[in-house]
């Protein structure tokens, strides 16, 4: 696990990431970019699973949210069932934690019963309604919204039944800058903006 500081993911404490790799080939992935550098796996678009890494939030003493798989999308199609409910098993026997999931395949949540110490999260980098109903179908305990990188005005996504929303930009060479329009058309009672984004308010 690592721990996430000053230069980390700050809307979470922890990260866990017994699955590295991702098939959606998205091409701003900071994942991706971070692996080319330290080649954690061979190839990105064949994920690992790493098996010696599932009981690690068993030695953290302190409640802490904890952010899962921040380096793949453990809900992808090619995750196999097995997998995904290993790791929930550990999520339910720390009940100490908070345990966070972010997918850009929400339809694979209602495969799993989540303990209540989970949020359960999406990604939008452009406007997709149908992957924000998919989140708000079920009376999961918390639900948010995650948009990183923000690539586009929001305005016509509906975020009723959303308990936060996150919005970062784009880094890296070659970033798209986002309009301050996009960032004003997320309407939320309960937004985290992300350190990445806020000179562009």
């Known amino acids: ?24 080939n998205c091409w701003y992935c900071y994942a991706k970019k971070m ?3 330290f080649n954690w796996i061979p190839k990105w678009n064949k994920p690992k699973f790493f098996f010696e890494r599932v ?21 992808g199609d090619w995750v196999g ?5 290993l790791i929930i098993d550990v999520v339910k026997s720390n009940p100490q934690h908070t345990f966070q999931f972010l997918t850009k395949n929400p339809k ?13 999260g999406i990604t939008i ?17 918390y639900k948010f919204v995650s948009f990183e990188p923000l690539l586009g005005n929001m305005s016509m996504l509906d975020l009723t039944g959303i308990d936060l929303v996150i919005v970062g930009a784009m880094t890296g060479q070659g ?4 309009e301050k329009e996009w960032i004003d058309s997320i309407k939320h009672p309960n937004i985290f903006y992300k350190d990445n984004i806020k000179k562009f308010l």
């Open 1 to 24: 696990m690592n721990k996430q500081g000053k230069n980390g993911i700050s809307w979470t404490e922890w990260t866990w990431n017994p699955v590295v790799g991702c098939k959606h």
């Open 35 to 37: 692996n080319d550098r």
């Open 55 to 75: 009981r690690e939030p068993f030695k953290l003493k302190k409640p802490s949210k904890i952010f899962v798989c921040s380096m793949a999308d453990l809900f």
């Open 81 to 85: 069932g097995s997998t995904i409910q």
């Open 108 to 120: 694979r949540y209602k495969e799993f019963n989540f303990p209540e110490n989970c949020w359960l």
């Open 125 to 141: 980098d452009v406007v997709n309604q149908e992957r924000l109903n998919q989140l708000k179908q079920r009376n999961y305990k």
């Open 175 to 178: 970033a798209i800058k986002p």
